[in-house]
């Protein structure tokens, strides 16, 4: 092996080389924006501690994706805030419940958006926790919770999802949603599983995005712990054999170990960046002590670890930084420098 002075990697930095060498890109068919539709609201509501995100009314789903689509965001995210909750999550799986009609909005406005639904039961029990619970020690019934993701599974599919992401963690979630949907005539409808979700600090934010949050107890009897490497490693192990079309990281920016360690399994690794770390980036941007170029290093950063797509709330600013003034999509390197959003 040579060295100094035959051997100089500077010569590699050079502004015209720079672009021969990139080894990791970012283009805008890797990202997922995720959107909030509240049943309760004929107006767009501000998220306070996600700063430039809104929860939206139903009405402005199909403009909202038409809009997206305008500037290269092909795929989203949706959660849903319904007006009724109860013990059992019945408005998760009502025909026109929240995130059915924001399907049927998006899909009649846009066909050929990507439309994924976050399936889960927490914004949809008066509880907060993420399915059935058991009587007599309200702890969460995994068994008897599979039935009910089979059914919200089934009501997406029937409004016109792409992908289903069940984020409950419940023991054996893929496989009783491949049957389920399998049995229903749904076989092209993939399966995006959230098979390294940590019981993470970092989903605050979140829960006031969604109104999520619950009443007692936490939820680190079913999310994984965010000291155990090898046990994602095994879920997503798991969640693979039971038939996921893609696997999850999240929260994803602390994760790059765990994103490396899931490619070996050749499914699609899907990396979140999370609502924490989302408002960890808007607040240093707001006080003046970064630029919109972290943006694109924490996504490059995800790319760079093995992740094929990424969620997060950057996505329509990330579009718009993709857009010279020519007009012209490009990829993203991070060489830009530009101030971070605000009223995005």
């Given amino acids: 092996m040579s060295m100094f002075p035959i051997t100089r990697m500077r010569r590699l930095r050079l502004p015209?080389?720079?672009?021969?060498?990139q080894e990791t890109y970012l283009h805008l068919d890797d990202l997922i924006c995720p959107l909030f539709f509240d049943e309760a609201i004929t107006a767009p509501l501000s998220i306070s501690s996600m700063p430039g995100q809104q929860r939206y009314p139903v009405s402005m789903a199909g403009d909202i994706a038409h809009n997206l689509f305008s500037i290269g965001i092909r795929a989203i995210l949706l959660f849903g805030i319904p007006k009724h909750k109860d013990s059992q999550g019945t408005s998760a799986y009502d025909e026109n419940g929240i995130v059915q009609r924001a399907v049927r909005e998006i899909k009649?406005?846009?066909p050929n958006m990507v439309v994924i639904t976050d399936l889960c039961a927490c914004e949809y029990t008066d509880h907060g926790h993420c399915g059935i619970l058991e009587m007599s020690s309200a702890e969460l019934a995994n068994d008897e919770s599979l039935a009910l993701m089979d059914k919200i599974a089934i009501s997406h599919a029937q409004t016109?999802?792409?992908i289903v992401a069940p984020s409950s963690m419940l023991d054996g979630v893929v496989s009783s949603i491949r049957a389920a949907l399998d049995r229903e005539g749904y076989s092209k409808v993939c399966i995006m599983a959230y098979s390294s979700k940590f019981a993470s600090a970092l989903y605050g934010p979140f829960r006031e995005a969604a109104d999520s949050g619950y009443s007692f107890g936490d939820r680190k009897g079913y999310q994984a712990p965010i000291t155990n490497r090898?046990?994602?490693?095994?879920?997503s192990e798991l969640d693979a054999l039971e038939g996921a079309d893609f696997l999850m990281v999240k929260p994803a920016g602390w994760a790059g170990d765990v994103i490396s360690d899931i490619c070996a399994f050749n499914i699609p690794v899907v990396a979140y960046q999370v609502s924490g770390e989302y408002a960890m980036i808007m607040a240093a941007c707001e006080k003046g002590w970064l630029?919109?170029?972290?943006i694109i290093e924490s996504l490059l950063s995800l790319?760079?670890?093995?992740?094929?797509?990424i969620i997060t709330y950057f996505a329509e600013e990330v579009a718009k930084l993709a857009t010279p003034r020519g007009g012209a999509k490009t990829p993203l390197s991070g060489d830009l420098n530009s101030s971070c959003p605000r009223d995005v």
């Fill in 16 to 21: 015209i080389i720079r672009p021969l060498v």
């Fill in 108 to 110: 009649k406005a846009v």
């Fill in 160 to 162: 016109g999802a792409d």
């Fill in 230 to 235: 090898r046990e994602a490693y095994r879920e």
């Fill in 291 to 294: 630029q919109s170029d972290v």
């Fill in 303 to 309: 790319k760079r670890a093995g992740a094929s797509l």
